[in-house]
């Protein structure tokens, strides 16, 4: 964070997760102060807790609230998952099971959080690694059908996308295509890692590594698909020195630039 | 369940898995070449890492004197007694210093709950909120000004050695840990992006203590001159404004 703070290297604008700013002061909402002032900026949820079935952390809420005031992010998002249930937070991005039930109640705190921020909400879909029985339809059915039912954005996180069709045997690509085009909004790519000491392929998510071969390919695709979508790359564990996250970070704008050359 | 569990029924029974407290929940699992309850585990294992690492994050001091292995014992155990409750897990482990005081293994180190709650109000310190500080002619006239102790002002007092205790802990190999076995009375504040921390006499401690009760200095300077006669209120206030440590408002 010095470096960025001193060097200001030419990126189109900084993520930072909500959380890390629902404290009343600190180090961090003073960097932010101050990189809010060159650069846009995106609040990223990891707590919300969209899903969980009995509550919904209304304080959780009003502090997100408090913070998009007081920062004016050009984007605010959270996750396709529950994380609490019963006053008991799991702080991880939990799976959902693909049901009707669920669908319906993530379709009504999505738009709840919508009309307290009065403004447009991003949903991003999560890496998960099991899947429930009783599903009555598809990862990306569910998806599409809760954009299209809240009229919120979606931050396809597009890693998520390849390390789920691995984890659960189903076409990326197809999922990509099933996804409503007007909405996507940003895009997240990060590095995964493969456990290898299981009877079957799994990756998880692990925001650790460089970006995957395929996950690059699947990117291209999705510019295809959706047009240059403003991309960031996750990568909060194992930090490398800000150089590589940098040349990272040029794969991405030079596919990006690609696509902006192609449409005009 | 023979029917298909509820989304209430599912989460409660996914939080009894990785939580280790009995769960049935496995039978609703696709498995797809693993055992569903191995699938279960990738996420019990995961929420255990983040709430340990975090532990981990918030107490190096405790992790210091204890070793790796201890730690983690210790954290796994808290985590289990006392789960995380909010979303944001700066709010996690408050709990971690009482804890540590009821677990027999660590009975034999009697500070050990002390600097854990040193290393939990040196969190504290670091998120509070910010304040303009008051210059300090405008100090001249205290009767009428607004003021009160900085957001990020915490004290600590124990019966034992603590702030050196962590100085020793948290020091570079090598560092020799003298104690005369008195206790220390800490105060904590934000300087710059750092928690800084020094020992008070009795008598400056209880005034602090005070301003930050009642922002009343008669209070403060009573409460001060009951444990030493000699106490001087100017010097005291003299040092909170050097350090920016008397706020507006």
Known sequence: ?264 | MVTAPTLLELQRGFANAVLDRGSDLAQWVVGAGLAPAARLQVYGNAIASTQIETLRATYPAVQALVGEAFFEAAATRYRLHHPSTRGNLQAFGGAFAAFLATMPEAAALAYLPDVAQLEWLRQQSALAAEASPLAPATLDDTTSLSWRLHPSVRLLGSTHPVLTIWRYATAPEGERLQLDGRGEQVVLWRDGGEVAMTVLDAASFACIAALIDTRDLEAAYAAARAIDGAFDLAVCLRSLLKHQLIAAG
């Open chain 1, 1 to 264: 964070m010095q470096r960025v703070l001193s060097e200001r290297p030419r990126v189109a604008w900084f993520e930072v997760h909500s959380e890390n700013l629902f404290a009343d002061g600190g180090a961090l909402h003073a960097a932010i102060e101050h990189v809010r002032a060159d650069y846009p900026l995106s609040l990223h949820g990891v707590g919300l807790s969209l899903g969980s079935a009995d509550t919904f952390d209304d304080e959780h809420l009003a502090t997100l609230c408090a913070l998009v005031q007081r920062f004016e992010p050009g984007l605010v998002s959270d996750h396709i998952c529950w994380g609490a249930i019963g006053g008991i937070h799991l702080n991880d991005l939990l799976p959902l099971p693909f049901t009707r039930e669920a669908l319906d109640l993530i379709v009504t705190r999505v738009q709840q959080v919508q009309d307290a921020l009065g403004r447009e909400f991003l949903v991003e879909n999560v890496s998960s690694y099991l899947t429930f029985q009783h599903a009555e339809m598809s990862e990306w059915e569910f998806v599409a059908e809760l954009i299209r039912r809240s009229g919120c954005g979606l931050l396809l996180d597009v890693n998520n996308v390849y390390v789920n069709s691995v984890n659960h045997g189903f076409d990326a690509h197809a999922y990509l295509r099933a996804m409503p085009r007007a909405a996507v909004r940003e895009i997240h790519l990060g590095g995964f890692i493969r456990k290898t000491d299981l009877a079957v392929p799994l990756l998880i998510d692990s925001h650790s590594r460089p970006v995957d071969a395929e996950v690059w390919a699947l990117y291209a695709g999705a510019l295809d698909l959706f047009g240059p979508v403003p991309t960031l790359i996750e990568w909060d564990q194992d930090i490398p020195e800000l150089e590589v996250l940098l040349a990272e970070a040029g794969r991405a704008e030079a596919l990006l630039n690609g696509h902006r050359t192609h449409i005009a």
